[in-house]
């Protein structure tokens, strides 16, 4: 009987399930498989010197290969949250990254890593320590780690995750606000913040040169970070007018798929040697850009 009314009781709340319910729960129990069968791969794409197109870093990107085919972040991060995988995905994701990188830097390449956290990453317990302890294990330096945090994080309960960020910033990581230009950030508080990087959302070089509006507003916020002492990054670089425009406009550090598509440590590793070949200095590792 008790059965029964279990029963019928799914039946009448599974025509009110919104389909996108019952994907997310769908996608959280893939996930956990999915960590426990090592489905997960980091990616890392090149971030370069516009004016020289050296590589000064990578940035850390979280892939899922479930069967052959690849999930975007963007799909899997928000039930990996809400399903409490997200914090020891992004442990996992930290430490892959740090001990590549730091290998990289043991072959005297002088990069930086970039990783992105989340507001509920950055609130979890241990959040400081867990990040020391991935340095101290790999042997990164913390000079060489940026935390990529989205403008929201500063924001919203900014008390706390503002002390968390301080409290590494302190041990010499530095801190990249990511998708820049698309939150809610202002301008006054932003000098105020334990920021070192910005990074320019794509929605704006998408416009570079097409768009009066966009071209000017990138222009204006590479100005912004020039007179507040950050380092500007321009992210989604796709064409060769837009690399041209942004290395008119002194625009420090761009990223994008014109650049170097993120991929395999295999990949950048042999990417690197190619270009040590050619230009024999290590630490030197241009990119052949237009
Ligand atoms: P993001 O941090 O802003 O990363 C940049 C995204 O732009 C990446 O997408 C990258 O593949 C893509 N991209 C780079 N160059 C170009 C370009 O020229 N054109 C276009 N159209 N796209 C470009 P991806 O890897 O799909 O990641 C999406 C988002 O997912 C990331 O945005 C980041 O917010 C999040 N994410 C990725 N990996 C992690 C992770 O390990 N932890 C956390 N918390 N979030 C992650
Ligand atoms: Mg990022
Ligand atoms: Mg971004
Ligand atoms: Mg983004």
Same mark, same amino acid.
């Given at each position: 009987?008790?059965?029964?009314?279990?029963?019928?009781?799914?039946?009448?709340?599974? &025509?009110? !399930?919104?389909?996108?319910?019952?994907?997310?729960?769908?996608? @959280?129990?893939?996930? %956990?498989?999915?960590?426990?069968?090592?489905?997960?791969?980091?990616?890392?794409?090149?971030?370069?010197? +516009? %004016?020289?197109?050296?590589?000064?870093?990578?940035?850390?990107?979280?892939?899922?290969?479930?069967?052959?085919?690849?999930?975007?972040?963007?799909?899997?991060?928000?039930?990996?949250?809400?399903?409490?995988? !997200?914090?020891?995905?992004?442990?996992?994701?930290?430490?892959?990254?740090?001990?590549? #990188?730091?290998?990289?830097?043991?072959?005297?390449?002088?990069?930086?890593?970039?990783?992105?956290?989340?507001?509920?990453?950055?609130?979890?317990?241990?959040?400081?320590?867990? #990040?020391?302890?991935? +340095?101290?294990?790999?042997?990164? &330096?913390?000079?060489? +780690?940026?935390?990529?945090?989205?403008?929201?994080?500063?924001?919203?309960?900014?008390?706390?995750?503002?002390?968390?960020?301080? *409290?590494?910033?302190?041990?010499? #990581?530095?801190? *990249?606000?990511?998708?820049?230009?698309?939150?809610?950030?202002?301008?006054?508080?932003?000098?105020? +913040?334990?920021?070192?990087?910005?990074?320019?959302? &794509?929605?704006?070089? *998408? @416009?570079?040169?097409?768009?009066?509006?966009?071209?000017?507003?990138?222009?204006?916020?590479?100005?912004? @970070?020039?007179?507040?002492?950050?380092?500007?990054?321009?992210?989604?670089?796709?064409? &060769?007018?837009?690399?041209?425009?942004?290395?008119? !406009?002194?625009?420090?550090?761009?990223?994008?798929?014109?650049?170097?598509?993120? !991929? *395999?440590?295999?990949?950048?590793?042999?990417?690197?040697?190619?270009?040590?070949?050619?230009? @024999?200095?290590?630490?030197?590792?241009?990119?052949?850009?237009?």
């Amino acid at each position: 009987r008790a059965k029964e009314l279990g029963g019928g009781r799914v039946e009448v709340f599974a &025509p009110h !399930m919104h389909a996108d319910v019952v994907r997310r729960l769908e996608l @959280g129990s893939d996930l %956990q498989r999915a960590l426990a069968e090592e489905q997960f791969a980091v990616e890392f794409q090149p971030v370069v010197d +516009l %004016q020289t197109s050296r590589v000064t870093g990578v940035e850390a990107l979280l892939r899922w290969w479930r069967g052959n085919e690849s999930v975007p972040p963007e799909e899997f991060i928000g039930p990996a949250e809400e399903s409490g995988l !997200m914090v020891p995905l992004g442990d996992w994701v930290l430490r892959e990254a740090c001990r590549e #990188v730091a290998r990289w830097r043991r072959d005297a390449w002088d990069i930086g890593l970039s990783v992105n956290f989340t507001a509920r990453q950055i609130g979890a317990p241990r959040f400081v320590e867990s #990040v020391a302890a991935a +340095l101290e294990e790999t042997g990164l &330096p913390p000079q060489a +780690l940026t935390l990529e945090v989205r403008e929201e994080v500063l924001v919203e309960d900014a008390g706390q995750n503002v002390a968390r960020l301080s *409290a590494l910033r302190d041990l010499g #990581v530095r801190l *990249a606000i990511d998708d820049f230009g698309t939150g809610y950030a202002s301008l006054a508080y932003l000098g105020q +913040l334990p920021v070192d990087i910005i990074k320019i959302d &794509p929605s704006f070089v *998408a @416009g570079l040169g097409s768009d009066e509006t966009l071209t000017l507003l990138t222009r204006t916020i590479v100005r912004l @970070g020039r007179d507040l002492g950050l380092t500007v990054v321009a992210e989604g670089i796709e064409r &060769p007018e837009q690399l041209e425009l942004l290395r008119a !406009m002194d625009c420090p550090r761009g990223q994008g798929f014109l650049v170097a598509r993120p !991929m *395999a440590a295999p990949r950048v590793e042999s990417l690197v040697r190619t270009n040590l070949r050619t230009q @024999g200095l290590p630490g030197e590792v241009p990119l052949p850009l237009p």
